[in-house]
């Protein structure tokens, strides 16, 4: 992918994801619809401090995006940027699709006319 067509979003969404307590924070968030950093502590083996840290890194990739609600920030998800993401894995993988095909259809040629050369062989023999 070319950064014209957004790489450097794609790489900080895949950066952010890589984490299994951020994935495990974007699970929480889609199955609740909205939460605070105190809640999501909750749900999770780790304190306040480190979901607060996390949920900055899924913010800065636009994952998630938090609103005040008084005196804490209520997250939510924010499925666009995975939309994205997952456009161009499913784009990724149909080029890759493409490519097998390629290589079998030149496979089954290939053994096809190997087949062909010794089917001639025995012919002559």
Not at 7 to 15: N, P, Q, T, Y
Not at 106 to 115: F, I, K
């Amino acid at each position: 992918m070319t950064d014209e067509n957004g790489a450097g979003e794609v790489d900080g969404i895949l950066a952010a994801l890589a984490d299994p307590t951020r994935r495990r924070l974007l699970d929480v968030l889609s199955a609740q619809g909205e939460a605070s950093a105190t809640t999501l502590a909750e749900r999770l083996p780790v304190s306040r401090q480190a979901v607060v840290k996390h949920l900055a890194v899924l913010d800065a990739a636009g994952l998630v995006s938090g609103q005040r609600a008084g005196r804490e920030v209520r997250y939510t998800v924010r499925p666009a940027a995975l939309n994205a993401t997952a456009r161009w894995m499913a784009a990724l993988a149909n080029d890759w699709d493409r490519r097998l095909a390629r290589i079998k259809r030149l496979a089954e040629a290939a053994e096809r006319e190997s087949d062909a050369e010794s089917e001639a062989e025995a012919e002559s023999s």
